[in-house]
């Protein structure tokens, strides 16, 4: 691979031309943005296209801003209109407003209206460059004009059959179905006859990709109240989108908020603003635990054994609600739960904690009688009956952390908020205090008359 060096605020290049688009992007994101504008400048108009089209280009509207007028104009709109949004979108007012003014009538019209609708919505993420065709046009015709339009668009993989009158749509065509029909045939007598998959622009971006991915679409028209085309959202950007939702999913299960940019984009404050919050807040949950402890001063000073036990008892509790949390939420988010079956996840949550923590405590106790028995510790004359205090005590708070680790993602979405937010962290602290409390609890009832 030919690589770009920079060297006294210049750029030094191999023949970057005849690099892959994708190789060229990972090698400007390297680069400062004055450098990468510069390398970009000095490429042929339609590769500097190419490389704003890729998502994976980092602070493409910065870089767009460095670019001369005429240039930057050019580009936008040679662009894909949702990929031109999305660069515009990650800018504030009025360098939007001035990247805007650098293009046509048109284009910025089309742009706004993308720019719009709410980031994550379908109207956000689909293009508005995708073929359709009147249903009184032949297979022939349909072929002639795709053959036409094909520059202009970002995929011509579906084909949107129009009523000619009102505009509303009729039917998708795939070019699969299109190019095995025979040329007279009028393009409403390809493919089955059955209603079109779509979605509306205020749709979220996750019910559009589970529309795609079960229906296995390559796009899916999005349509205003009166059943009229306003563009597709193609597989692609729902794959982009898809990825942008599980990385930051992924951040809020280890209790951090969504980072907006790569890791080594955020500033040190930006990133203490983003893990700070969710650090205060689960060390002000984890206080609890210090108050649980607390309370049952005494029977730590009467029991001082039992706290030999109370990291794997905390531990074990808040691994298996981080387990049920895990598993709800990806649940949820497929689709495959809904809050109103809180009720059925409950009762499948309630046995299977029981047999976890079943399972948990059996391996407590043998693993106390081992070393009491062969000598590697000696647990006092009552130890068996810290061992069976150990044993139910795992089996009350795995069975805890079991239920509530899957009840917080249901309580949390019928609230209105995101799901992933009952991260591992927040499971782990409620479990800790809970836990606590079981595990005295259980103590008290078993080591009374005894160490207690």
Same mark, same amino acid.
């Given at each position: 691979?030919?690589?770009?060096?920079?060297?006294?605020?210049?750029?030094?290049?191999?023949?970057?031309?005849?690099?892959?688009?994708?190789?060229?992007?990972?090698?400007?994101?390297?680069?400062?943005?004055?450098?990468?504008?510069?390398?970009?400048?000095?490429?042929?108009?339609?590769?500097?296209?190419?490389?704003?089209?890729?998502?994976?280009?980092?602070?493409?509207?910065?870089?767009?801003?460095?670019?001369?007028?005429?240039?930057?104009?050019?580009?936008?709109?040679?662009?894909?209109?949702?990929?031109?949004?999305?660069?515009?979108?990650?800018?504030?007012?009025?360098?939007?407003?001035?990247?805007?003014?650098?293009?046509?009538?048109?284009?910025?019209?089309?742009?706004?209206?993308?720019?719009?609708?709410?980031?994550?919505?379908?109207?956000?993420?689909?293009?508005?460059?995708?073929?359709?065709?009147?249903?009184?046009?032949?297979?022939?015709?349909?072929?002639?004009?795709?053959?036409?339009?094909?520059?202009?668009?970002?995929?011509?993989?579906?084909?949107?059959?129009?009523?000619?009158?009102?505009?509303?749509?009729?039917?998708?065509?795939?070019?699969?179905?299109?190019?095995?029909?025979?040329?007279?045939?009028?393009?409403?007598?390809?493919?089955?006859?059955?209603?079109?998959?779509?979605?509306?622009?205020?749709?979220?971006?996750?019910?559009?990709? @589970?529309?795609?991915?079960?229906?296995? *679409?390559?796009?899916? /028209? !999005?349509?205003? &109240?009166? =059943?009229?085309? +306003? %563009?597709? #959202?193609?597989?692609?950007?729902?794959?982009?989108?898809?990825?942008?939702?599980?990385?930051?999913?992924?951040?809020?299960?280890?209790?951090?908020?969504?980072?907006?940019?790569?890791?080594?984009?955020?500033?040190?404050?930006?990133?203490?603003?983003?893990?700070?919050?969710?650090?205060?807040?689960?060390?002000?949950?984890?206080?609890?635990?210090?108050?649980?402890?607390?309370?049952?001063?005494?029977?730590?000073?009467?029991?001082?054994?039992?706290?030999?036990?109370?990291?794997?008892?905390?531990?074990?509790?808040?691994?298996?609600?981080?387990?049920?949390?895990?598993?709800?939420?990806?649940?949820?988010?497929?689709?495959?739960?809904?809050? @109103?079956?809180?009720?059925?996840?409950? *009762?499948?949550?309630? /046995? !299977?904690?029981? &047999?976890? =923590?079943?399972? +948990? %405590?059996? #391996?407590?106790?043998?693993?106390?009688?081992?070393?009491?028995?062969?000598?590697?510790?000696?647990?006092?004359?009552?130890?068996?009956?810290?061992?069976?205090?150990?044993?139910?005590?795992?089996?009350?708070?795995?069975?805890?952390?079991?239920?509530?680790?899957?009840?917080?993602?249901?309580?949390?979405?019928?609230?209105?908020?995101?799901?992933?937010?009952?991260?591992?962290?927040?499971?782990?602290?409620?479990?800790?205090?809970?836990?606590?409390?079981?595990?005295?609890?259980?103590?008290?009832?078993?080591?009374?008359?005894?160490?207690?």
């Amino acid at each position: 691979m030919n690589e770009i060096r920079v060297a006294e605020g210049s750029v030094l290049l191999g023949d970057v031309r005849q690099e892959h688009v994708a190789d060229v992007v990972a090698q400007i994101n390297e680069l400062s943005v004055a450098d990468g504008a510069l390398l970009l400048a000095s490429l042929p108009l339609d590769r500097v296209i190419d490389i704003f089209d890729r998502p994976e280009l980092s602070r493409a509207g910065e870089l767009m801003l460095e670019l001369s007028e005429p240039v930057s104009g050019q580009v936008l709109k040679g662009m894909a209109a949702d990929r031109a949004a999305d660069t515009l979108r990650a800018l504030d007012g009025h360098d939007r407003t001035k990247l805007l003014a650098r293009v046509d009538f048109e284009t910025a019209l089309s742009l706004k209206l993308l720019l719009a609708y709410p980031e994550g919505t379908a109207g956000s993420l689909m293009t508005t460059e995708f073929v359709s065709v009147p249903e009184t046009f032949t297979v022939a015709e349909t072929l002639a004009h795709i053959r036409a339009v094909e520059p202009s668009r970002e995929t011509v993989y579906a084909i949107l059959v129009l009523d000619p009158a009102s505009r509303q749509l009729v039917r998708v065509v795939t070019l699969r179905q299109l190019i095995t029909a025979e040329p007279d045939w009028k393009i409403v007598e390809v493919g089955a006859d059955r209603a079109p998959i779509w979605v509306s622009p205020d749709t979220d971006r996750e019910e559009v990709a @589970r529309l795609i991915s079960i229906h296995d *679409l390559l796009s899916v /028209p !999005v349509l205003n &109240a009166r =059943g009229q085309v +306003l %563009g597709i #959202v193609t597989v692609d950007d729902v794959l982009d989108a898809i990825v942008s939702i599980s990385t930051e999913d992924v951040q809020k299960f280890g209790g951090v908020e969504g980072l907006p940019e790569p890791y080594l984009e955020i500033g040190f404050l930006g990133m203490i603003r983003k893990r700070a919050g969710w650090l205060s807040a689960l060390f002000l949950g984890e206080m609890l635990t210090a108050s649980a402890m607390q309370h049952f001063e005494d029977e730590l000073a009467k029991a001082i054994v039992l706290t030999l036990f109370i990291p794997l008892i905390m531990s074990s509790g808040g691994n298996s609600g981080s387990q049920s949390t895990s598993l709800l939420i990806r649940a949820l988010a497929l689709g495959q739960v809904k809050v @109103r079956d809180w009720w059925r996840v409950a *009762l499948r949550e309630l /046995p !299977v904690g029981i &047999a976890l =923590g079943g399972i +948990l %405590g059996l #391996v407590g106790m043998v693993r106390i009688g081992l070393w009491q028995t062969i000598g590697i510790y000696d647990y006092g004359p009552h130890w068996e009956l810290v061992a069976l205090t150990v044993g139910m005590g795992l089996v009350g708070i795995v069975t805890f952390g079991s239920l509530a680790g899957s009840m917080l993602p249901f309580a949390l979405k019928r609230l209105g908020f995101d799901p992933a937010s009952a991260s591992a962290p927040f499971v782990a602290t409620l479990v800790d205090v809970t836990g606590l409390v079981i595990y005295f609890s259980v103590a008290l009832v078993i080591l009374g008359g005894t160490l207690l």
